[in-house]
């Protein structure tokens, strides 16, 4: 079965602290993740894929197929990263993406 | 910079009523996808289109709903009789890509409420 799992509903830190959000991810084939970001009363958009291997805003996320993870990381977190963060997989060839319950992310002063 | 856009931001229905939710896709767009998110759950899958016809369906995705792209711009959700449990954030979404380095582009969103 294909399935993302992030297990914190709710990730609360103090400026300048390290953030890690967990996600595991669930599939049988070679697996396509990234991590979606939704600031509050704007759009979902796309944070980071693991393809490019980038780091986005200070955020990386490396992919882990041995524990099937793909935890995203901050070493020093920003008030403007308050937020709401989704870890996706991308199944099968269609290109649908299949979301964790996602995690949000407070930042406080 | 091009937009997924989404209309209306809100509908509200009765039970039983047709409701139509349409998406204008990123125009050199070729993949696009509903989404729905019931409030406090996950963002889920419902269908994806390509080439002028479904190519995959959730289990959600069920005779009550169809996909269609009318025109060569906009792309439409059609539920036939929504029930209650049909209230949700619906999101559509498009990319030129359906694997590779194709990124998903999601639109604003329409919240459907059913009463």
């Known amino acids: 079965a294909q399935r993302v799992t992030q297990p914190e509903k709710l990730l609360s830190v103090f400026k300048g602290a390290p953030v890690e959000l967990k996600c595991n991810y669930s599939?049988?084939?070679?697996?396509?993740l990234f991590w979606y970001v939704q600031y509050s009363r704007q759009r979902l958009q796309l944070l980071l894929r693991?393809?490019s291997r980038e780091s986005i805003k200070g955020f990386t996320a490396d992919l882990n197929k041995g524990e099937t993870s793909f935890h995203l990381k901050k070493p020093f977190a920003q008030e403007e990263d308050s937020a709401m963060y989704y870890c996706?997989?991308?199944?099968?060839?269609?290109?649908?993406?299949?979301f964790g319950q996602g995690t949000t992310l407070q930042v406080k002063p | 910079e091009p937009e997924v856009t989404q209309t209306p931001s809100h509908q509200v229905t009765q039970m039983g009523q047709e409701v139509i939710l349409r998406c204008v896709p990123i125009?050199?767009?070729?993949?696009f996808y509903w989404y729905r998110q019931i409030l406090g759950q996950k963002v889920e899958f419902l269908v994806s289109?390509?080439?002028?016809?479904?190519?995959?369906k959730s289990e959600i995705f069920d005779d009550q709903f169809s996909v269609e792209r009318p025109d060569g711009s906009n792309f439409t959700l059609k539920i036939r009789s929504t029930k209650l449990e049909d209230s949700a954030m619906y999101f559509c979404?498009?990319?030129?890509?359906?694997?590779?380095?194709?990124?998903?582009?999601f639109g604003p969103g329409t919240r459907l409420t059913v009463t």
């Open positions: 979404a498009s990319t030129r890509l359906a694997g590779g380095s194709g990124e998903q582009y």
């Open positions: 599939y049988s084939g070679s697996p396509e």
């Open positions: 996706a997989l991308r199944g099968g060839n269609t290109g649908k993406l299949i």
């Open positions: 693991h393809i």
């Open positions: 125009s050199n767009h070729l993949y």
């Open positions: 289109f390509y080439n002028n016809e479904i190519s995959e």
